[in-house]
């Protein structure tokens, strides 16, 4: 319903900078972590848009990268392991005027968290979800995700799981996201550019942004001699776009699929409150 | 037999290896994942005969851990907190399957607000499920404690899954030198696993975990797992003699410290009572009667064994790291269930304190011997009480100030 429209050609420049959108708090990631660029493309991807702090809600889970709410000025929920795409939905379908905005780790979103993944997709509510995927459980000192190698060699994990990972966003297209990107860390103006678009479009978009953990996965950092640009631009039709995913080395950067799904609205009962009536019952 | 200095975590992986369990489903969470780290590099170096395998949460390790037992396995497992509130379904429901296996909660509190740091509200709120629970104070009690659970979870009379538990980061990642019992020993004192009639057996097939029609099998079973519980009070009294004469360590269900003679007793669970004990040892110091009762088993409730060591005392200062809201703390309401209506019973003084990593200073320790003497000299029990000092609150206060400063216009009225 309320996803935010392209500028006009004409349109005058936008009135907030990144800065507006950080907060005081100091991030206490790791020195060379990815995460540190993708806040930064958070709060560019926000000036962007030009949305007011205030019309903005970031909604995270537990893990290195759903720290982010917090260095940010805008509504923040850190929520529980597993569950920020839940409590998202009940943000927006609550408050349909803000602009959600999910991030999450690969851990979070895809294992404990993963059944939420596949039924936001297939809702369709008017999210953007911003996966950091580091191929590792950071923040408990690094155990193998969904996403992680067969072969990564762990504590917990000697000599590597043997399970294949999976993709994430062969996934989302197969259970209905309605706009599917890549983005990497290492380019945060790409990847600012590449979330306003997600937040954008209406419907759920995903992106999944490659975010090194300079700790836990060190040979990460060679993932910026790895990316590209995706060579084709994003196609509208889902099986084209799976393919494509199924078959690159999953170093394509850009905006891979995007649909025109409606998104997800609850029904409107009769006598339904606006969110203004909400807010009268939280006036002091 | 040698001895080592390892940390709590250290200790439970070590219970593990020798009760020489042969599956553990695991996903970490801190200020578990030491565990499940050390056992995996102990599997993968051929130290252990057991599979290791990493599940996507803790609700599917606890399910897998109790199938894993239905079919005859002896399975480990272990988490902390979140992990195992996300596991509750499966807490209670593996606990009606009859399952025994034990899992090593490593105590932490419960978001919100969103900690990392110790009390017991994660493990208490598993106290309703089924699950035996032993609470340790010690290193060498959590590597005991996971012998004489798995004895205990796997008698015939109670067939039971176990909790053993220990304190985050003061037990977890504390070294203190533990006796390492040899392996033989250890097989003469807790066989394999005879899973009796609930293995899968060849050519046996039955269904397991079936639905009930109406309340009278429903309550039928839900009191039978009751009975079972309770059957393990003596069951836990055979293990621990057993234990003791096999190795020498005496883990009573009830520890009492200097309390026979004693007036005041502080009464609380896990790591914290060795405070307690110094704390003893200082007002006795100044003559004061003062000792502490401390239950090891919290599931069955030990309450024979809890009258048993209170009886004649004037007051009970009970020290409850956990908070259930609307009430107070846990012990001090599941004491009183124990001590009402029988004769000669100390007065309870409820406190509650140590949330969320807090310390509980020696100080703290005298003037709640003082208050539980000047509530029993009055008569009047009192209320819980939150071991809090002004320090702190003028701490909270300008954190409060701090963040109303950053985020003006934000909601209340302060
Ligand atoms: C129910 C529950 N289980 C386990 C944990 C421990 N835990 C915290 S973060 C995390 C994994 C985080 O991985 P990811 O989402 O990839 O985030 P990263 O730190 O890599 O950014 C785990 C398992 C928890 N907080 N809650
Ligand atoms: S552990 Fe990894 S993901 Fe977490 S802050 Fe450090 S570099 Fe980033
Ligand atoms: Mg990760």
């Given at each position: 319903?309320?996803?935010?429209?392209?500028?006009?050609?004409?349109?005058?420049?936008?009135?907030?900078?990144?800065?507006?959108?950080?907060?005081?708090?100091?991030?206490?990631?790791?020195?060379?972590?990815?995460?540190?660029?993708?806040?930064?493309?958070?709060?560019?991807?926000?000036?962007?848009?030009?949305?007011?702090?205030?019309?903005?809600?970031?909604?995270?889970?537990?893990?290195?990268?759903?720290?982010?709410?917090?260095?940010?000025?805008?509504?923040?929920?850190?929520?529980?392991?597993?569950?920020?795409?839940?409590?998202?939905?009940?943000?927006?379908?609550?408050?349909?005027?803000?602009?959600?905005?999910?991030?999450?780790?690969?851990?979070?979103?895809?294992?404990?968290?993963?059944?939420?993944?596949?039924?936001?997709?297939?809702?369709?509510?008017?999210?953007?979800?911003?996966?950091?995927?580091?191929?590792?459980?950071?923040?408990?000192?690094?155990?193998?995700?969904?996403?992680?190698?067969?072969?990564?060699?762990?504590?917990?994990?000697?000599?590597?799981?043997?399970?294949?990972?999976?993709?994430?966003?062969?996934?989302?297209?197969?259970?209905?996201?309605?706009?599917?990107?890549?983005?990497?860390?290492?380019?945060?103006?790409?990847?600012?550019?590449?979330?306003?678009?997600?937040?954008?479009?209406?419907?759920?978009?995903?992106?999944?942004?490659?975010?090194?953990?300079?700790?836990?996965?060190?040979?990460?950092?060679?993932?910026?001699?790895?990316?590209?640009?995706?060579?084709?631009?994003?196609?509208?039709?889902?099986?084209?776009?799976?393919?494509?995913?199924?078959?690159?080395?999953?170093?394509?950067?850009?905006?891979?699929?995007?649909?025109?799904?409606?998104?997800?609205?609850?029904?409107?009962?009769?006598?339904?409150?606006?969110?203004?009536?909400?807010?009268?019952?939280?006036?002091? | 037999?040698?001895?080592?200095?390892?940390?709590?975590?250290?200790?439970?992986?070590?219970?593990?290896?020798?009760?020489?369990?042969?599956?553990?489903?695991?996903?970490?969470?801190?200020?578990?994942?030491?565990?499940?780290?050390?056992?995996?590099?102990?599997?993968?170096?051929?130290?252990?005969?057991?599979?290791?395998?990493?599940?996507?949460?803790?609700?599917?390790?606890v399910?897998?851990a109790g199938?894993?037992a239905a079919?005859?396995?002896?399975v480990f497992t272990?988490?902390?907190?979140?992990?195992?509130?996300?596991?509750?379904?499966m807490i209670f429901t593996v606990a009606g399957w009859r399952v025994p296996f034990v899992m090593?909660?490593?105590?932490?509190?419960?978001?919100?607000?969103?900690?990392?740091?110790?009390?017991?509200?994660?493990?208490?709120?598993a106290?309703?499920a089924g699950f035996l629970q032993?609470?340790?104070?010690?290193?060498?009690?959590?590597?005991?404690?996971?012998?004489?659970a798995y004895?205990v979870a796997e008698?015939?009379?109670v067939r039971l899954p176990a909790i053993v538990?220990?304190?985050?980061?003061?037990?977890?990642?504390?070294?203190?030198?533990?006796?390492?019992?040899?392996?033989?020993?250890?097989?003469?004192?807790?066989?394999?696993?005879?899973?009796?009639?609930?293995?899968?057996?060849?050519?046996?097939?039955?269904?397991?975990?079936?639905?009930?029609?109406?309340?009278?099998?429903?309550?039928?079973?839900?009191?039978?797992a009751?009975?079972a519980a309770?059957?393990a009070?003596?069951?836990?009294?055979?293990?621990?003699?057993?234990?003791?004469?096999?190795?020498?360590?005496?883990?009573?269900?009830?520890?009492?410290?200097?309390?026979?003679?004693?007036?005041?007793?502080?009464?609380?669970?896990?790591?914290?009572?060795?405070?307690?004990?110094?704390?003893?040892?200082?007002?006795?110091?100044?003559?004061?009667?003062?000792?502490?009762?401390?239950?090891?088993?919290?599931r069955?409730?030990?309450?024979?064994?809890?009258?048993?060591?209170?009886?004649?005392?004037?007051?009970?200062?009970?020290?409850?790291?956990?908070?259930?809201?609307?009430?107070?703390?846990?012990?001090?309401?599941?004491?009183?269930?124990?001590?009402?209506?029988?004769?000669?019973?100390?007065?309870?003084?409820?406190?509650?304190?140590?949330?969320?990593?807090?310390?509980?200073?020696?100080?703290?320790?005298?003037?709640?011997?003082?208050?539980?003497?000047?509530?029993?000299?009055?008569?009047?029990?009192?209320?819980?009480?939150?071991?809090?000092?002004?320090?702190?609150?003028?701490?909270?206060?300008?954190?409060?100030?701090?963040?109303?400063?950053?985020?003006?216009?934000?909601?209340?009225?302060?």
């Open positions: 319903m309320s996803a935010v429209p392209a500028p006009a050609a004409d349109a005058p420049k936008s009135a907030h900078t990144a800065a507006d959108y950080k907060s005081d708090y100091k991030p206490i990631w790791c020195p060379g972590c990815g995460d540190y660029s993708v806040l930064s493309s958070f709060t560019k991807a926000f000036a962007i848009l030009d949305l007011a702090p205030e019309r903005i809600a970031v909604v995270s889970g537990i893990g290195c990268s759903s720290r982010i709410p917090a260095y940010t000025s805008c509504y923040g929920f850190h929520g529980v392991h597993g569950r920020s795409l839940a409590a998202a939905t009940g943000l927006k379908l609550a408050r349909p005027d803000l602009t959600v905005v999910v991030a999450s780790g690969d851990g979070d979103g895809y294992s404990i968290g993963g059944n939420h993944f596949l039924h936001a997709c297939r809702r369709n509510a008017d999210l953007t979800y911003v996966v950091m995927d580091n191929h590792v459980y950071g923040m408990t000192k690094g155990q193998p995700s969904p996403t992680t190698e067969p072969d990564w060699d762990s504590k917990l994990s000697p000599g590597g799981t043997g399970l294949r990972s999976f993709n994430p966003l062969v996934i989302a297209l197969a259970a209905g996201a309605n706009f599917v990107a890549r983005a990497f860390a290492g380019d945060p103006n790409g990847t600012a550019e590449i979330i306003a678009e997600a937040i954008r479009t209406p419907g759920f978009s995903f992106v999944e942004v490659m975010s090194p953990c300079v700790t836990f996965r060190p040979e990460q950092r060679e993932w910026k001699h790895h990316v590209r640009p995706s060579p084709v631009p994003a196609t509208d039709d889902a099986a084209k776009a799976a393919r494509r995913l199924m078959t690159d080395d999953g170093f394509n950067i850009g905006v891979l699929y995007k649909g025109d799904r409606p998104p997800y609205q609850p029904p409107m009962g009769k006598g339904r409150k606006t969110p203004a009536d909400l807010e009268r019952g939280f006036a002091i | 037999m040698s001895r080592r200095l390892l940390t709590g975590n250290g200790a439970a992986a070590w219970g593990a290896r020798l009760a020489e369990v042969d599956y553990v489903p695991a996903f970490p969470i801190t200020p578990q994942t030491e565990i499940v780290e050390t056992l995996a590099r102990w599997c993968d170096a051929g130290e252990m005969a057991a599979r290791l395998t990493m599940l996507e949460s803790e609700h599917s390790m399910t897998a199938a894993a079919a005859g396995a002896r272990a988490t902390s907190s979140q992990g195992l509130q996300y596991a509750m379904e090593v909660n490593v105590s932490r509190a419960l978001a919100s607000p969103i900690t990392l740091e110790p009390d017991h509200t994660d493990v208490l709120s106290r309703d032993i609470h340790c104070a010690t290193c060498q009690e959590v590597m005991d404690g996971v012998l004489i004895r008698d015939a009379r538990n220990e304190d985050g980061f003061y037990l977890s990642f504390t070294r203190e030198p533990v006796e390492l019992p040899d392996p033989g020993a250890v097989r003469r004192f807790l066989p394999a696993f005879d899973p009796g009639s609930a293995a899968f057996r060849a050519s046996h097939p039955a269904s397991r975990a079936v639905a009930v029609l109406g309340g009278a099998p429903y309550s039928y079973f839900r009191y039978e009751h009975l309770r059957a009070l003596a069951v836990y009294d055979e293990a621990a003699t057993a234990f003791a004469a096999a190795f020498g360590r005496s883990w009573p269900a009830v520890e009492r410290y200097r309390s026979d003679d004693a007036e005041v007793v502080f009464f609380m669970i896990g790591a914290f009572a060795t405070k307690a004990k110094d704390a003893v040892d200082r007002l006795r110091e100044a003559g004061e009667r003062v000792g502490l009762v401390r239950p090891r088993l919290l069955p409730w030990p309450d024979a064994a809890l009258r048993e060591a209170l009886a004649g005392k004037r007051a009970v200062a009970v020290i409850d790291q956990n908070l259930s809201m609307g009430m107070g703390g846990v012990l001090a309401a599941e004491l009183a269930s124990a001590l009402h209506g029988h004769a000669g019973m100390p007065m309870i003084v409820p406190f509650v304190g140590a949330l969320g990593g807090r310390d509980i200073a020696a100080e703290e320790f005298f003037e709640i011997a003082r208050a539980a003497r000047a509530a029993a000299a009055a008569g009047v029990a009192p209320g819980p009480r939150l071991l809090y000092t002004a320090d702190e609150l003028r701490e909270v206060r300008k954190l409060q100030a701090i963040a109303h400063a950053e985020r003006p216009g934000a909601g209340g009225t302060r």
